[in-house]
């Protein structure tokens, strides 16, 4: 059935404002989590009034010396290379050909251009240093501005065949140091504003600042100080034990003092950037080692009179990292240190959103670092409150994907996250209380084009995949398991366009083949469920919720169609939303909107996301949630939607028919449309309706499940056969009824029941041997009347093997399965053990009870009569008439026989079970006269005085207790007349049983029934 909508008739348009505030739950703020700066201790250069510290891409800050305040330095658009300091209140954005300088002093800014064929080599004071390559020889420029002119002066001095030109790490105000190789040696000058100078320099690492500069060579221990003031030799020269061998870190020279730090394989990091260092110092001339900070990062500037800046780690968790500054006085002996400014704390901000069932997710990162998945929940009931937050892992390659090539994950409403690869390659699920990296479940991939999404709900995902090569990559639909990474439903290829689609539980809809028409299948067959048409438009977007169906048409317009009231809500004009529980949450201009489409409460607005896109900025709980979105300093409100919510009740759900108790357990799963404050699984025998056992949890958030092994509460098998089942849930909210669910499980592998043979059903069944030496196990229905039915046959119970009496007994080995005690033509009685549902053969495994049986000529079993829970078996002797019990043993053999009674001959005996009830089994005589009777077990080893169950009974010539064949948890009773007529007696449970049905002719077949 077609639904037409249209666009008129039926629609009802909403406005904007603020209608329905009043009454809302309060929302709630989380705030924003305060974190040290991850660029804390890494100094980029220090000027005259403050230093730059922070990195490439991670954004910069200058700091002044003055009051220790920070403000962010922003890097020009157009710029993405290093910022550099040296020795001025510049700062240098270099990269590309058109580098910015800054003055933080006074705020002026200016481009200055690199002329073509030159490119940037370094900078002294605001003096670029730029290097140009002519017919193979490398020229050096110095770059300043003078006006708004760029003034470019040649460098003299280079020798022509200078090659390999490159600017080293040192550069001042006045000047910085230039390497090149000439014919076969390093050659080192100093550059300034007066020209090009040549030195006494070898080639090395060069570090410091001010007067003094250090050298190392490599493989060497020996360091080298210069005086600027005089390159042409070493002013000192001094020994530092480890240096060859990358064990310290040489920071430079203050005062009278080399300053370094010695890394070890045990000891602080070898990350420069990170401070847990100890800043030491030796005399320039050599000499002791002596501490000069600890917790320093191995990252220095210098200011322009030579004092060391370098950061510092707090001395407690809650103290703030710190830049200090070692000095040297006037006779260049070190100074204490001295702190020069704190680096606060910073705000993480929110790039990515997720919520379902109150679990918020939050990708976190620290501005410019690395990205974190985070959780919080929110409450469920008793006012909005939010738990702590929990760190989930990091998103990067580690994790499966850079995040900045990741989709958004999706949060499925049971726990876990889901999202794909880097282009749409493989999908990943990040399991509930896993942490990164997830489980990649596939590596195939998706179709990405814009406002290509995938969507999940629940165990499945829908993503568009790419088709096969033969069918032109026409894209489809495909529906994937998250469990197992599996698809269950590929849709049609699409050869125009792809449809709009969404998934809510196992049911899939899309846009079908006619421009407005959706279609509801279930995932698991592809089966059509439904069909609604909302209107002649091609649909680019498409959400479900419940019985709330979103959609958005290319022309623009939108609404919310209810598929049990059959109305149409029109939406205003919005940029992006997303549909919850009753309500629609949507964006426009910045601003976030909600809209009852249930026409309660109307449209009012929330509050201004930093980030406007959905998934992103902000999203919401479709799951009978809230709205949640980040601000601009990364706050994140809980915003009630203010709208009653949808009652309770089941998405979908994995519920198994039947478990094999031997082998697995029975792990039903159920996924809820919102959250459960409690629930309750109770299982019931189907027959008895006793309860088997009963399953109970707090609050639910999305997903029910329970782990059954076959047991009781006591830990004992319980009996094979069918049980019942019902889940109970209340709604964490409070609104609606409570969610009541039943059904059916049928259980084999568990404790068997008396006489079950074939089908582990439960029922109990009848042995049946023919003359011909066959023995058929005729199996119980559990129909009603107590019906035998389909056969299983073993033959060869003929000569030696000869049956002379059987009787169908208890699991005598513990195999689950029922075993037969059967006395042989020799008298000889064997307890055989027969697999479940296998037929009785002479071949079949048995133990030897004992010879001599053939002096009794009734043999049966009423069950348990002496109340140890297994069976034993009542023999009456022939020559005297005596009834012995014999007890049954946890060894699966008899004790020494009991005579419980005198004078039973000429009695017809079946041992019938558990007749009335108790629990203790009962045994059936018909005395000559026809009179049935009914002896009670004590279960002391005893019969109570008979019960007269009634008159007619000769016409039968077998009775045969044979336990519950109809399935109402009561024991039965078969009876064969001389004409070959089988009957079915039901027991009522209480001693008696009803009137006789007719199972059928031609039993006669039969010599003998068990």
Same mark, same amino acid.
């Given at each position: 059935?077609?639904?037409?909508?249209?666009?008129?008739?039926?629609?009802?348009?909403?406005?904007?404002?603020?209608?329905?505030?009043?009454?809302?739950?309060?929302?709630?703020?989380?705030?924003?989590?305060?974190?040290?700066?991850?660029?804390?201790?890494?100094?980029?250069?220090?000027?005259?009034?403050?230093?730059?510290?922070?990195?490439?891409?991670?954004?910069?800050?200058?700091?002044?010396?003055?009051?220790?305040?920070?403000?962010?330095?922003?890097?020009?658009?157009?710029?993405?290379?290093?910022?550099?300091?040296?020795?001025?209140?510049?700062?240098?954005?270099?990269?590309?050909?058109?580098?910015?300088?800054?003055?933080?002093?006074?705020?002026?800014?200016?481009?200055?251009?690199?002329?073509?064929?030159?490119?940037?080599?370094?900078?002294?004071?605001?003096?670029?240093?730029?290097?140009?390559?002519?017919?193979?020889?490398?020229?050096?420029?110095?770059?300043?501005?003078?006006?708004?002119?760029?003034?470019?002066?040649?460098?003299?001095?280079?020798?022509?065949?200078?090659?390999?030109?490159?600017?080293?790490?040192?550069?001042?105000?006045?000047?910085?140091?230039?390497?090149?190789?000439?014919?076969?040696?390093?050659?080192?000058?100093?550059?300034?504003?007066?020209?090009?100078?040549?030195?006494?320099?070898?080639?090395?690492?060069?570090?410091?600042?001010?007067?003094?500069?250090?050298?190392?060579?490599?493989?060497?221990?020996?360091?080298?100080?210069?005086?600027?003031?005089?390159?042409?030799?070493?002013?000192?020269?001094?020994?530092?034990?480890?240096?060859?061998?990358?064990?310290?870190?040489?920071?430079?020279?203050?005062?009278?003092?080399?300053?370094?730090?010695?890394?070890?394989?045990?000891?602080?990091?070898?990350?420069?950037?990170?401070?847990?260092?100890?800043?030491?110092?030796?005399?320039?001339?050599?000499?002791?080692?002596?501490?000069?900070?600890?917790?320093?990062?191995?990252?220095?500037?210098?200011?322009?009179?030579?004092?060391?800046?370098?950061?510092?780690?707090?001395?407690?968790?809650?103290?703030?990292?710190?830049?200090?500054?070692?000095?040297?006085?006037?006779?260049?002996?070190?100074?204490?240190?001295?702190?020069?400014?704190?680096?606060?704390?910073?705000?993480?901000?929110?790039?990515?959103? =997720?919520?379902?069932?109150?679990?918020?997710?939050?990708?976190?990162?620290?501005?410019?670092?690395?990205?974190?998945?985070?959780?919080?929940?929110?409450?469920?009931?008793?006012?909005?409150?939010?738990?702590?937050?929990?760190?989930?892992?990091?998103?990067?390659?580690?994790?499966?994907?850079?995040?900045?090539?990741?989709?958004?994950?999706?949060?499925?409403?049971?726990?876990?996250?889901?999202?794909?690869?880097?282009?749409?390659?493989?999908?990943?699920?990040?399991?509930?209380?896993?942490?990164?990296?997830?489980?990649?479940?596939?590596?195939?991939?998706?179709?990405?084009?814009?406002?290509?999404?995938?969507?999940?709900?629940?165990?499945?995902?829908?993503?568009?995949?790419?088709?096969?090569?033969?069918?032109?990559?026409?894209?489809?639909?495909?529906?994937?398991?998250?469990?197992?990474?599996?698809?269950?439903?590929?849709?049609?290829?699409?050869?125009?366009?792809?449809?709009?689609?969404?998934?809510?539980?196992?049911?899939?809809?899309?846009?079908?083949?006619?421009?407005?028409?959706?279609?509801?299948?279930?995932?698991?067959?592809?089966?059509?469920?439904?069909?609604?048409?909302?209107?002649?438009?091609?649909?680019?977007?498409?959400?479900?919720?419940? =019985?709330?169906?979103?959609?958005?048409?290319?022309?623009?317009?939108?609404?919310?169609?209810?598929?049990?009231?059959?109305?149409?809500?029109?939406?205003?004009?919005?940029?992006?939303?997303?549909?919850?529980?009753?309500?629609?949450?949507?964006?426009?201009?910045?601003?976030?909107?909600?809209?009852?489409?249930?026409?309660?409460?109307?449209?009012?607005?929330?509050?201004?996301?930093?980030?406007?896109?959905?998934?992103?900025?902000?999203?919401?709980?479709?799951?009978?949630?809230?709205?949640?979105?980040?601000?601009?300093?990364?706050?994140?409100?809980?915003?009630?939607?203010?709208?009653?919510?949808?009652?309770?009740?089941?998405?979908?759900?994995?519920?198994?028919?039947?478990?094999?108790?031997?082998?697995?357990?029975?792990?039903?799963?159920?996924?809820?449309?919102?959250?459960?404050?409690?629930?309750?699984?109770?299982?019931?025998?189907?027959?008895?309706?006793?309860?088997?056992?009963?399953?109970?949890?707090?609050?639910?958030?999305?997903?029910?499940?329970?782990?059954?092994?076959?047991?009781?509460?006591?830990?004992?098998?319980?009996?094979?056969?069918?049980?019942?089942?019902?889940?109970?849930?209340?709604?964490?909210?409070?609104?609606?009824?409570?969610?009541?669910?039943?059904?059916?499980?049928?259980?084999?592998?568990?404790?068997?029941?008396?006489?079950?043979?074939?089908?582990?059903?439960?029922?109990?069944?009848?042995?049946?041997?023919?003359?011909?030496?066959?023995?058929?196990?005729?199996?119980?229905?559990?129909?009603?009347?107590?019906?035998?039915?389909?056969?299983?046959?073993?033959?060869?119970?003929?000569?030696?093997?000869?049956?002379?009496?059987?009787?169908?007994?208890?699991?005598?080995?513990?195999?689950?399965?029922?075993?037969?005690?059967?006395?042989?033509?020799?008298?000889?009685?064997?307890?055989?053990?027969?697999?479940?549902?296998?037929?009785?053969?002479?071949?079949?495994?048995?133990?030897?009870?004992?010879?001599?049986?053939?002096?009794?000529?009734?043999?049966?079993?009423?069950?348990?009569?002496?109340?140890?829970?297994?069976?034993?078996?009542?023999?009456?002797?022939?020559?005297?008439?005596?009834?012995?019990?014999?007890?049954?043993?946890?060894?699966?053999?008899?004790?020494?026989?009991?005579?419980?009674?005198?004078?039973?001959?000429?009695?017809?005996?079946?041992?019938?079970?558990?007749?009335?009830?108790?629990?203790?089994?009962?045994?059936?005589?018909?005395?000559?006269?026809?009179?049935?009777?009914?002896?009670?077990?004590?279960?002391?080893?005893?019969?109570?005085?008979?019960?007269?169950?009634?008159?007619?009974?000769?016409?039968?010539?077998?009775?045969?207790?044979?336990?519950?064949?109809?399935?109402?948890?009561?024991?039965?009773?078969?009876?064969?007349?001389?004409?070959?007529?089988?009957?079915?007696?039901?027991?009522?449970?209480?001693?008696?049983?009803?009137?006789?049905?007719?199972?059928?002719?031609?039993?006669?077949?039969?010599?003998?029934?068990?």
């Amino acid at each position: 059935m077609v639904t037409a909508l249209g666009f008129g008739a039926g629609l009802v348009p909403l406005t904007a404002g603020t209608a329905g505030a009043a009454g809302v739950p309060a929302e709630l703020v989380i705030p924003a989590e305060q974190n040290r700066n991850p660029n804390a201790t890494r100094l980029t250069g220090a000027g005259a009034t403050g230093y730059l510290w922070g990195a490439q891409y991670e954004g910069y800050n200058w700091t002044s010396y003055a009051d220790g305040s920070t403000r962010p330095v922003p890097v020009p658009p157009a710029v993405r290379g290093d910022a550099q300091v040296a020795g001025t209140d510049v700062v240098t954005f270099a990269g590309g050909t058109r580098p910015v300088q800054r003055d933080m002093r006074t705020g002026e800014e200016w481009t200055l251009p690199i002329p073509s064929g030159q490119y940037y080599g370094g900078v002294f004071g605001r003096t670029i240093v730029t290097i140009e390559i002519v017919d193979n020889t490398f020229v050096l420029h110095r770059l300043n501005r003078e006006g708004d002119q760029v003034v470019d002066d040649l460098v003299q001095g280079l020798p022509a065949e200078a090659r390999n030109l490159q600017v080293r790490g040192h550069g001042d105000a006045g000047g910085l140091l230039v390497e090149a190789r000439v014919g076969s040696e390093t050659a080192v000058y100093w550059l300034d504003a007066s020209g090009l100078h040549p030195t006494a320099f070898l080639n090395g690492v060069v570090t410091g600042g001010g007067e003094q500069v250090v050298q190392q060579s490599a493989g060497s221990d020996v360091l080298r100080v210069w005086n600027m003031s005089d390159l042409s030799a070493p002013a000192h020269e001094l020994t530092l034990p480890g240096l060859s061998r990358r064990e310290v870190d040489v920071l430079g020279v203050v005062g009278r003092d080399v300053l370094f730090t010695r890394l070890s394989p045990t000891g602080p990091s070898d990350d420069p950037a990170v401070a847990d260092h100890t800043a030491l110092a030796v005399p320039v001339t050599g000499g002791p080692e002596r501490v000069v900070l600890d917790r320093t990062a191995s990252i220095v500037a210098f200011k322009p009179d030579g004092t060391m800046l370098l950061g510092r780690a707090p001395e407690s968790e809650s103290g703030l990292p710190a830049v200090y500054a070692v000095g040297a006085g006037a006779d260049g002996a070190l100074s204490t240190p001295d702190r020069v400014a704190e680096v606060a704390d910073i705000a993480t901000v929110v790039e990515g959103l =997720s919520i379902a069932q109150g679990r918020l997710h939050t990708i976190d990162r620290v501005p410019f670092g690395t990205a974190r998945l985070r959780r919080t929940d929110v409450s469920l009931s008793g006012g909005t409150t939010a738990g702590p937050r929990s760190d989930r892992g990091l998103f990067n390659d580690y994790a499966g994907c850079d995040w900045d090539w990741c989709e958004d994950p999706l949060s499925t409403g049971d726990g876990r996250l889901a999202y794909q690869g880097f282009n749409g390659r493989g999908l990943s699920v990040l399991d509930e209380g896993a942490v990164l990296p997830a489980r990649k479940i596939n590596d195939d991939s998706t179709y990405q084009q814009p406002n290509d999404t995938m969507q999940a709900s629940g165990r499945y995902s829908a993503v568009r995949i790419p088709g096969p090569a033969s069918d032109d990559y026409s894209p489809r639909l495909r529906v994937i398991d998250l469990d197992t990474g599996k698809a269950v439903y590929t849709g049609p290829a699409q050869r125009q366009y792809m449809p709009a689609f969404t998934i809510n539980g196992a049911t899939l809809w899309v846009e079908g083949a006619t421009a407005g028409v959706v279609d509801a299948l279930d995932v698991r067959t592809g089966k059509a469920l439904r069909r609604v048409d909302v209107g002649d438009c091609n649909i680019k977007d498409l959400r479900v919720n419940g =019985s709330d169906l979103y959609w958005v048409c290319d022309t623009g317009a939108s609404g919310v169609y209810g598929t049990v009231t059959k109305k149409s809500v029109r939406l205003p004009a919005h940029r992006n939303a997303m549909l919850g529980d009753g309500y629609v949450g949507w964006e426009q201009g910045g601003v976030l909107s909600i809209t009852d489409v249930r026409g309660t409460t109307g449209t009012r607005t929330v509050g201004k996301p930093a980030n406007v896109e959905a998934g992103e900025g902000w999203t919401l709980d479709r799951f009978g949630g809230p709205l949640v979105y980040a601000d601009k300093d990364g706050n994140t409100h809980v915003v009630p939607s203010g709208v009653p919510t949808t009652g309770l009740s089941v998405l979908d759900k994995d519920v198994s028919a039947s478990v094999n108790a031997r082998s697995t357990s029975w792990s039903p799963r159920w996924w809820l449309s919102k959250p459960a404050a409690s629930w309750q699984i109770t299982v019931k025998n189907k027959a008895t309706g006793a309860v088997a056992r009963t399953f109970t949890g707090g609050e639910a958030r999305g997903l029910v499940k329970a782990v059954w092994d076959g047991k009781d509460a006591a830990g004992n098998l319980v009996a094979n056969g069918a049980y019942t089942w019902t889940l109970s849930a209340k709604p964490a909210d409070g609104q609606g009824p409570a969610l009541t669910q039943s059904g059916s499980v049928k259980v084999t592998g568990g404790a068997v029941v008396t006489r079950d043979f074939t089908g582990n059903d439960g029922f109990g069944d009848l042995l049946a041997f023919t003359s011909a030496g066959v023995a058929d196990f005729r199996a119980g229905t559990g129909t009603g009347t107590g019906l035998v039915d389909a056969k299983v046959s073993g033959s060869g119970w003929t000569g030696a093997n000869s049956v002379t009496a059987a009787v169908p007994f208890g699991d005598v080995n513990g195999d689950r399965c029922n075993d037969v005690l059967v006395r042989v033509k020799s008298g000889e009685l064997r307890a055989y053990k027969p697999s479940c549902g296998g037929a009785l053969k002479p071949t079949t495994p048995f133990t030897k009870i004992g010879l001599g049986w053939n002096i009794y000529d009734a043999l049966t079993s009423p069950g348990d009569l002496t109340g140890d829970g297994r069976a034993d078996v009542i023999a009456r002797e022939t020559s005297t008439g005596y009834l012995y019990l014999y007890e049954g043993t946890a060894a699966g053999a008899f004790k020494a026989r009991v005579k419980i009674g005198t004078g039973w001959k000429g009695y017809l005996l079946a041992g019938a079970g558990d007749l009335n009830g108790d629990g203790k089994g009962d045994l059936l005589a018909r005395d000559k006269a026809g009179v049935l009777w009914r002896y009670a077990g004590t279960g002391k080893g005893t019969l109570a005085a008979r019960v007269k169950v009634g008159g007619g009974w000769q016409v039968y010539n077998s009775l045969v207790g044979v336990g519950d064949a109809s399935g109402d948890g009561k024991a039965d009773l078969l009876a064969r007349d001389t004409a070959g007529v089988l009957w079915a007696y039901r027991g009522d449970g209480k001693g008696a049983f009803a009137y006789r049905t007719k199972v059928g002719g031609g039993w006669q077949m039969y010599s003998r029934l068990s």
